[in-house]
């Protein structure tokens, strides 16, 4: 039996991740494991790092530094790539880490809070921000059911989930679809109204702690329960953008919920 060659570039495309893959901190140490270079390096000119902060990042591709438009060139494969306007669009930054022709581009589950820009291999920054125990608010929402907890690293401190029922889709015309629409409409502005109630006294012990908001769920749910919560209005500079993708929240996916929280989006370069 013939066996087929490989050469070490289909190697190294078969040892990355599919682009934009979410890895927790984890997955993200076992990935740079592969690409850092040798301690001490044999060339430690050949490697180097940039920390983008979420408003560096938006100026990005329009900044005349030298240095920036050389890494902008180099992350461009990635760019162009599947999923790869993600990166520009991150509201958390973005971390590059190079070595030679290869690297990582990492959109960190938390904001960069310090550019970096150096010529060598470092990845310290990025660690401490994976490994550091943020407080964080979640409220996961679907039509009937609900899901609010404050973690502090991975874990729960208090969690609330709740179920309301609320009719689906109706397909007929005429008046009766128009009275199925207002009965439907009350009964998601009541699950709202309670699920906003929860956020609020669940959030509100632990707001001076609290870094960041993060939601799950229905977009357009979300959307809607956005334009009536008044609790969540007020925060809004805590929330990030990223959703959290949980099908069915309730009690039972609390400990995905954790897993998710450190989550980076990875592009192998």
């Not at 009536?228 to 953008?241: A, E, F, N, S």
């Amino acid at each position: 039996m013939s066996t087929q060659a490989h050469s070490p570039a289909q190697s190294d495309a078969k040892a990355g991740p599919p682009p934009g893959q979410y890895l927790g901190p984890d997955g993200v140490s076992r990935l740079l494991a592969r690409i850092a270079p040798p301690l001490p390096s044999s060339d430690p000119t050949d490697s180097s790092s940039l920390y983008l902060t979420p408003e560096a990042l938006a100026r990005w591709p329009e900044s005349r530094d030298v240095a920036l438009r050389d890494w902008h060139r180099f992350v461009s494969p990635v760019l162009n790539g599947p999923g790869g306007d993600a990166l520009l669009k991150s509201d958390t930054g973005l971390v590059v880490l190079r070595r030679g022709e290869k690297g990582v581009a990492l959109v960190p589950p938390f904001p960069i809070q310090q550019e970096l820009i150096s010529e060598e291999w470092d990845e310290a920054p990025l660690t401490r921000l994976l490994t550091r125990d943020y407080t964080v608010g979640v409220v996961m929402l679907r039509l009937g059911r609900y899901l609010v907890a404050v973690f502090r690293g991975a874990e729960p401190l208090v969690t609330k989930t709740d179920t309301r029922y609320v009719k689906g889709k109706h397909h007929a015309g005429g008046t009766s679809q128009l009275r199925f629409k207002r009965i439907r409409e009350g009964q998601m502005r009541k699950l709202f109204d309670e699920a906003c109630q929860v956020v609020g006294s669940r959030f509100e012990p632990h707001e001076s702690e609290l870094d960041y908001i993060l939601l799950g769920g229905e977009r357009l749910t979300l959307s809607g329960f956005l334009k009536v919560c008044p609790y969540l209005q007020r925060r809004q500079d805590l929330i990030l953008g990223r959703r959290l993708n949980i099908r069915d929240p309730k009690h039972d996916t609390l400990e995905t919920v954790s897993g998710m929280l450190r989550q980076s989006r990875v592009w192998h370069i």
